[in-house]
């Protein structure tokens, strides 16, 4: 689930989280 999640956030949210 974290890698999926994960996945998408570092695409879409990569600025936001990572």
Request: overall charge positive; aromatic content about 12%.
């Amino acid at each position: 689930m974290l890698n999926f999640s994960g996945q998408k956030s570092k695409t879409i949210l990569r600025p936001t989280i990572w």
